[in-house]
Structure formats: C-alpha cells, structure tokens
C-alpha cells in the first residue's frame, strides 16, 4: 500500500510539472520532496500499529529559509515543497488503508490466522517431563475455529511457577512444528501445546494469545 502512495505522489508531482512554464529540474524536484518529507510528528496506535501523523512542516520551513532571497526560485519550488509535507499524508492514508485490510484479512485474535496450514504438523517434546504423544491432526483442524481464547498468565499460572518450590512439570512441554500462517499475512508464530493436550499458547511478534480446546488434541502412545 506504501507504493500505491509514493505512485500517487509521483503522478501529482508530474502535473504539477507539466503546469510549470519553466521546467525545473527533475532531480531539483526529488530533492525539495524529500526535504518537503521532513517534519515534526507524533505517533499514535492503530491497531498495534505505530503510525505517524504529521504535525509541522519543518522540510518546507527549511526550503523556505534556504530560498527566501530568491523569490522566483521559490515560487518555482513551493508547490513541490508542500506536495512534500502532502505526502506525508498520502502515505499515512494509504498505511491505515493497509493496516485495516490486513486486519481484516487476518484478524489477530482468530487462532486460524497463525495456524493456517497442518497438513504436515508433529509434535515436538521441549522438557524432560513430556510424555510419548502423537498429534491427532482431525482434533487440531475442529479446534482451530472452535478454541476459546482465555486470560493467559493468570494468577495460577504465577504461583505454579514462582512460589511452587516443588515444581517439577512444564505447563508447555510440546512444540506445535511444521505449520504455518495464513498465507500473506507476514506473521510468525510459534505454538507451544499445554501437557493435558487443551491448551494452545501461540506466541507472535506483537502478542501472545492463550486458547483453551473442548477435546485433547494428543493420543498417547502405548
């Protein structure tokens, strides 16, 4: 979607151009855009998302200083100056447009957006205490859309591992291997399986989530 904006601007900046009596140069106008880019800004969330908004038009400030002696030079360069600082608006629509799509597409608290594809998935065995399981795949694919995301690290699972000095069993002992995300949404995960073989703890770069099955998803081997 960042594209789509730079093309946008690209073609505003090439009419505004072609309305000039005197062509400036070309690589002038990239410069004044790049420095027209530069500004004062503040951050804000949109879903878990840092997006800049733009507050003051240092670039052109900055341009306006540097050619306020020569008016017929900034006439010639203002309008692309301030298409600068535009575009800082221009990306930022064409951000959130993706950011919405995306979210859409891939909502993050759907468990089915991190486990996508379990055509070839396997348990792996990540403490000592684990015991022989096999992953019973028809189980996994029913839960995925009927999990039911819970609190996760409640005040149970914080006396179980910090105040329990007997405490000798992992709350995950399983790794959840070979699966995958939905396809273009850019996540990666990975999925740890609780020792009852009900409990789903996805971890990803912006979250973890915590989804609890009806039925076991392992079949212990004999």
Do not use: C
Not at 69 to 79: A, I, M
Not at 82 to 93: D, K, P, Q, S, V
Not at 197 to 204: A, D, F, H, P, V
């Amino acid at each position: 979607m960042i594209v789509l904006g730079w093309i946008v601007t690209g073609i505003i900046a090439s009419r505004l151009y072609k309305t000039q009596l005197e062509k400036p140069a070309i690589w002038k106008i990239i410069v004044v855009l790049l420095i027209g880019l530069f500004t004062f800004s503040i951050n804000l969330d949109f879903f878990g998302q840092v997006v800049q908004i733009s507050i003051l038009p240092l670039g052109v400030w900055i341009l306006y200083w540097l050619l306020r002696k020569n008016k017929l030079t900034w006439e010639k360069y203002r309008l692309f100056a301030w298409l600068g600082f535009g575009a800082n608006f221009i990306l930022m629509i064409f951000l959130l447009v993706g950011i919405l799509v995306n979210y859409l597409l891939y909502p993050r608290d759907d468990p089915s957006t991190y486990i996508s594809n379990v055509e070839d998935a396997y348990i792996i065995k990540t403490h000592p205490t684990a015991n022989e399981i096999s992953l019973i795949k028809a189980n996994l694919i029913s839960s995925i859309h009927s999990a039911k995301q819970q609190d996760y690290y409640s005040d149970s699972w914080y006396n179980e591992t910090f105040m329990d000095p007997n405490k000798t069993t992992e709350r995950f002992p399983y790794m959840l291997a070979n699966t995958f995300p939905k396809w273009g949404s850019g996540l990666s995960t990975t999925i740890y399986i609780e020792n009852n073989g009900k409990g789903i703890l996805i971890t990803s770069q912006e979250k973890q989530l915590y989804y609890q099955t009806e039925q076991s998803l392992f079949e212990e081997r004999k």
